[in-house]
């Protein structure tokens, strides 16, 4: 009975082996497989990448249009947009006066044009 029992113990432990061998195998096979698979993704992915880029380029430059602003322009800009500010900050009696003095010269425009 002790040869039945070696036997079937280095049965057993060969079928293990066996297994560990087989599975390093497959999980060799396996990972070469997903490099592979992986690399060729990552070039597809970079060659649509640069159409997108490319399509994106063109069609920014079709649709977009780019306005140069002077120094001139800028300080008017921002002179208005002082203005305003120092509007907002006006009191009652002197938002009165300003509406007071912009009908004066509204008038004044219009009667200049009519002559």
Do not use: H, P
Not at 84 to 90: D, G, T, V
């Amino acid at each position: 009975m002790d040869k039945k029992f070696e036997d079937v113990s280095k049965n057993i432990l060969y079928t293990a082996v066996g297994a560990v061998v087989v599975v390093t195998e497959k999980t060799q096979q396996f990972l070469e497989e997903c490099r592979i698979k992986g690399q060729e993704a990552c070039e597809q992915y970079a060659i649509r990448n640069e159409e997108l880029k490319r399509n994106a380029k063109e069609a920014f430059k079709k649709d977009v249009n780019v306005t140069v602003v002077s120094d001139d322009e800028e300080e008017q800009n921002e002179e208005q947009e002082s203005i305003l500010e120092q509007i907002a900050k006006l009191s009652k009696e002197e938002l009165a006066r300003v509406k007071e003095k912009l009908s004066e010269l509204e008038n004044e425009e219009a009667s200049a044009s009519e002559e």
